[in-house]
Each structure stands twice: as structure tokens, then as C-alpha cells.
């Protein structure tokens, strides 16, 4: 396992998310480190290439952190950032091509189904992305009521469908395995109610 690339790599993500020019703010930072601790377990489960999988978590989101004009395209572009650093590390061409596979492959909302991720690591990263969600819902809940300003059931219900999708977007053997996670979730935010006090 390259630990050197991985340790640089979280280093330079967290300063990207840190800078002020990053509209999505730090809680991009934990949207991405929650994507590489599931493609991780997901690369385990599915046999997947482990050190191909994390580098490309790590990276998949690259693009809209350094450049928020880059968000449309920025699993197009964070595959040429991607290719640019892992070139000074003189990393592997093969590997560094499944990498950015990996990166342009991620965005369930941006393809269709002849487009879907075929390999292990590009259904673990997609995967990932997709469930990452689950793990950070104070950041969705923010997007909705401090970045978008909506009101209580516009806001709930935004949170709600968001997590839908991105629960749909999984694989068939990822939605079994998430099936739990997801009820959970699901479960409190579905259930909470406003309280008068």
C-alpha cells in the first residue's frame, strides 16, 4: 500500500476543504473522509483493489473543493487532477488509469445505465460516495437549513429524498448490505415532528 500517496492525499484534500475559496466548506472534508472509510470496507467485502480504491475516494471530489466552477464536470476534471498528482509520485499508469476510472464513474446523478461502474473499484467508489450520505446527515440537514434557507418540511423532506436517491443509487449487493444503515436513518428523520415548546 502506498502510505505516502494516501497520507499526502488526506493532507492536501483537508487543506483544499479548508481553504475559504471551498463553497462546500469543511463538512466537504468529512463527506469525503466518510466516502474513503466505506470504499475501504467495500473493497474488503468485494475483493476490490483496497490502495486503488482509497486513493480514488480520496480524490473524487478533488475538482469541486479546489473549484467550485468545476462542480458540473467535476468528476471529468478531479480524474485530470487526479492523473496530474499521482504523476509526481510517479505512481503506476495502469493503476492511475482505475483511478480516474474510478473518479469519472462516481456521479450516480450524471450517468446512465450503460454508463453505470462496472469494475470492483468503481462500484465500491460509487458505492461509497452514494452511502456517505448516511454517515452525514448534519451536513445535508445544513444544506437545507443554513445554505438553502428552507422551512422545517421543505428542508425534512429535501433531506428525505436526497437519502432516497442516494440509497437507489447503490449496487444490488451494497443495498443489502447498507439495508440496516439506511432503515435507521430513514427511521429518525422520518419520524422527528416539530415540538412546540
Known amino acids: 500500500m502506498c502510505t505516502d ?33 466505506n470504499a475501504e470496507l467495500l ?21 469541486s473543493v479546489t473549484d467550485y466552477s468545476l462542480y458540473e464536470e467535476h468528476h471529468i476534471r478531479g480524474a485530470e487532477i487526479a492523473e496530474e498528482i499521482l504523476g509526481r509520485f510517479g505512481y503506476d499508469i495502469d493503476k492511475t488509469k482505475l483511478v480516474k476510472s474510478c ?40 444544506l437545507a437549513y443554513g445554505t438553502k434557507g428552507m422551512d422545517y418540511e421543505t428542508g ?15 449496487s444490488e449487493e451494497s443495498r443489502k448490505f447498507y439495508c440496516g444503515k439506511y432503515e435507521r436513518v430513514m427511521g429518525i428523520i422520518g419520524k422527528s415532528k416539530t415540538i412546540n415548546i
Open 156 to 170: 425534512k423532506s429535501f433531506v428525505l429524498n436526497k437519502l432516497k436517491r442516494s440509497y437507489a443509487k447503490l
Open 43 to 63: 473493497a474488503e467485502k468485494y475483493g476490490a483493489d483496497k490502495e486503488v480504491t482509497i486513493i480514488a475516494a480520496w480524490l473524487h471530489d478533488i475538482a
Open 103 to 142: 473518479i469519472k464513474n462516481h456521479r450516480g446523478s450524471v450517468r446512465s445505465a450503460c454508463e453505470a461502474p462496472v469494475g470492483k473499484e468503481e462500484i465500491c467508489v460509487a458505492d461509497a460516495d452514494a452511502i456517505s450520505h448516511f454517515d452525514n446527515v448534519s451536513s445535508l440537514l445544513f
Open 5 to 37: 500517496i494516501i497520507e499526502y492525499l488526506q493532507k492536501e484534500v483537508r487543506a483544499r476543504c479548508e481553504a475559504p475559496s471551498n463553497k462546500f466548506g469543511i463538512g466537504c472534508y468529512y463527506h469525503i473522509e466518510a466516502v474513503v472509510k
